[in-house]
């Protein structure tokens, strides 16, 4: 029963390191964005975004399902248009 399921068992991970790796580029997309357009918003703040600060360093953590989120709505909400994801 186990040889059976070795095959499932190996497709499944090449798929799961594929998805976070995809993730990953996306994380780092989405930081990069940030960075560049709204790192620096002109609003007379001297303090980056902790929110944003925190969540490009949970990306570079690989921790992406909460970086990923965050940048997400910052970006939305400055109303960009989300790249593609992987």
């Known amino acids: 029963m186990l040889v059976k399921l070795l095959p499932a068992l190996g497709l499944y991970l090449v798929l799961s390191a594929e998805a976070q790796a995809d993730d990953a580029a996306y994380c780092a997309q989405l930081s990069a964005l940030y960075r560049r357009y709204l790192g620096n ?34 970006l ?6 989300l790249p593609k994801r992987g």
Do not use: H, W, Y
């Open 41 to 74: 918003t002109g609003e007379g703040r001297q303090f980056p975004d902790v929110t944003a600060s925190v969540a490009m360093d949970e990306c570079q953590k690989g921790n992406t399902a909460a970086g990923i989120l965050v940048l997400e709505k910052k």
């Open 76 to 81: 939305s909400d400055a109303r960009f248009t």
